[in-house]
């Protein structure tokens, strides 16, 4: 299972979702986003990709207008990928991944 830390502004992003809204990022993380983890490769649904004005940055496509973003940070398991969680919310935390 891969760890993962959250930065505080995702935690402020993540406090003004709906409740439906965090309910269904959750269910998306645990359904799909580890288990692509563990394979390394993501299936195309997610629409996972680099963030042009952020390198090593990445976006992930939780619900039609639904953003994260993320980045790989120092393994805190070994063998395990550790996620940092950056910002969540609409297509708009584009602006400041």
Same mark, same amino acid.
């Given at each position: 299972?891969?760890?993962?830390?959250?930065?505080?502004r995702f935690?402020a992003d993540l406090?003004?979702l709906? +409740?439906e809204?965090r309910r269904?990022?959750?269910?998306?993380?645990?359904?799909?986003?580890v288990?692509?983890?563990?394979t390394g490769k993501?299936?195309?649904?997610?629409?996972?990709?680099?963030?042009?004005?952020?390198?090593?940055?990445y976006e992930l496509?939780?619900?039609?207008? *639904?953003?994260a973003t993320?980045?790989y940070? +120092?393994?805190?398991i070994?063998?395990?990928r550790?996620?940092?969680?950056?910002r969540i *919310?609409?297509?708009?935390v584009?602006i400041?991944?």
């Open positions: 299972m891969p760890t993962f830390e959250v930065l505080p935690a406090d003004g709906t +409740s809204q269904r990022f959750r269910r998306v993380v645990l359904d799909a986003f288990p692509d983890l563990r993501f299936r195309a649904g997610l629409r996972v990709k680099g963030v042009r004005a952020a390198p090593g940055v496509t939780w619900a039609p207008d *639904g953003r993320w980045e940070g +120092s393994e805190q070994r063998g395990a550790h996620i940092v969680w950056r *919310g609409t297509h708009d584009l400041g991944p």
